[in-house]
């Protein structure tokens, strides 16, 4: 089955950094999503992105499904930012169940 | 509030019982998927139903079963329970096709086994 890694396993930032979460998954893909999990526990669905960028406020996304990988990029973090940020890909088929990475736990410090 | 309802969202239980968590998919999405999520396996894929038909299983033990209903809610069945199956459960659901949103995820049930 798919592959998916995740970078940075962890990530602390003081409040107004900049930071870039990378997803590599090992097989072509017809879906890739960005979530963000915060610390209630919380799936929050990001981006719907399995090619191209797109953006949304400080967080944008691009995936560049020839190289397989994607990249989530945080500006201007904020202490809201905490939790950990999964990748999930789906290769479609009969199922198109997402596999998700193992995720990037980031900490944001005031 | 992300259209997927899960429910309960909390539940503490004794080992060898059984439970049911209940959810109901975003209006119109005809596929639910079951995850688990525990300290040690991350998130892992149980099970989907597609318009009441199973359509595909993960890692789903024996001692866990789900069905989709004529009105499209999904329940998971978890009987005897062990400690290890202590963990959060997600529902997500989809549409025929994913679409610009991808797949939706509800706020999940956190299961203690004591």
């Known amino acids: 089955g798919i592959q998916v890694e995740q970078s940075p396993p962890d990530l602390i930032l003081q409040e107004g950094a900049n930071s870039t979460l990378r997803c590599n998954f090992s097989d072509s893909v017809n879906n890739l999503q960005w979530f963000h999990q915060n610390p209630w526990g919380q799936l929050i669905n990001l981006f719907y992105i399995p090619s191209g960028t797109k953006q949304n406020g400080r967080l944008s996304a691009t995936t560049v499904a020839t190289e397989r990988y994607s990249l989530l990029y945080i500006s201007s973090s904020q202490t809201t930012d905490s939790g950990v940020y999964f990748c999930?890909?789906?290769?479609?088929?009969?199922?198109?169940?997402?596999?998700f990475g193992t995720g990037t736990l980031l900490a944001v410090q005031p | 509030d992300s259209g997927v309802t899960q429910t309960p969202k909390h539940l503490i239980t004794a080992t060898g019982q059984r439970v049911t968590l209940r959810c109901s998919p975003r209006s119109g999405d005809l596929s639910v998927y079951w995850y688990q999520q525990s300290l040690d396996q991350g998130l892992q894929f149980l099970i989907q139903?597609?318009?009441?038909?199973?359509?595909a299983k993960g890692n789903i033990l024996e001692r866990f079963s789900a069905q989709q209903f004529p009105d499209l809610h999904s329940e998971l069945n978890l009987s005897s329970l062990e400690l290890g199956d202590s963990a959060l459960y997600f529902c997500?659901?989809?549409?025929?096709?994913?679409?610009?949103?991808?797949?939706?995820f509800g706020s999940g049930t956190r299961l203690t086994v004591v």
């Open positions: 999930a890909v789906g290769a479609g088929g009969a199922t198109n169940k997402l596999i």
């Open positions: 139903y597609y318009n009441g038909e199973e359509r």
């Open positions: 997500a659901s989809s549409g025929r096709q994913p679409n610009t949103y991808g797949y939706t």
